[in-house]
């Protein structure tokens, strides 16, 4: 029984650092993630120019994402894991990019610091 709780002790640092994600990959899921929202429904009648904006948006958001899903499987997480994690990430953010979140809530990160992760 001792060796087991020992073994177990010994586990246990290993379990806890194995989904530790580096603060930009963290930065990239969050902010790909809220360009993917903002830029998932484009309205049909919009102009030419919203329209091209919104492309770039939605591409690097895509690109954000996709540099980020690797480091966080890297990390630790499951498939499954990472899943759950994006739409728990996807609900969150959807309450900044819609402005329903509650009045005084800290925002992870502003637009301006995502933008600049793009170029934009």
């Given at each position: 029984m001792l060796r087991v709780l020992a073994l177990?002790?010994?586990?246990?640092p290993v379990a806890a650092t194995a989904q530790e994600v580096p603060t930009e990959a963290v930065m990239d899921l969050w902010c790909g993630t809220?360009?993917?929202l903002m830029t998932r429904d484009a309205a049909a009648d919009a102009s030419l120019e919203k329209l091209a904006s919104a492309r770039l948006y939605a591409e690097g958001g895509?690109?954000?994402?996709?540099?980020?899903?690797?480091?966080?499987?890297?990390?630790?997480?499951?498939?499954a894991a990472l899943a759950e994690l994006r739409?728990?990430?996807?609900?969150e953010v959807a309450r900044v990019v819609n402005?329903?979140?509650r009045a005084g809530e800290d925002v992870a990160y502003s637009f301006q610091d995502c933008s600049?992760?793009?170029g934009q």
């Amino acid at each position: 029984m001792l060796r087991v709780l020992a073994l177990a002790a010994m586990l246990l640092p290993v379990a806890a650092t194995a989904q530790e994600v580096p603060t930009e990959a963290v930065m990239d899921l969050w902010c790909g993630t809220a360009f993917d929202l903002m830029t998932r429904d484009a309205a049909a009648d919009a102009s030419l120019e919203k329209l091209a904006s919104a492309r770039l948006y939605a591409e690097g958001g895509q690109r954000l994402i996709q540099r980020a899903i690797p480091i966080y499987l890297e990390s630790g997480y499951s498939d499954a894991a990472l899943a759950e994690l994006r739409a728990e990430l996807e609900s969150e953010v959807a309450r900044v990019v819609n402005g329903s979140g509650r009045a005084g809530e800290d925002v992870a990160y502003s637009f301006q610091d995502c933008s600049a992760l793009i170029g934009q």
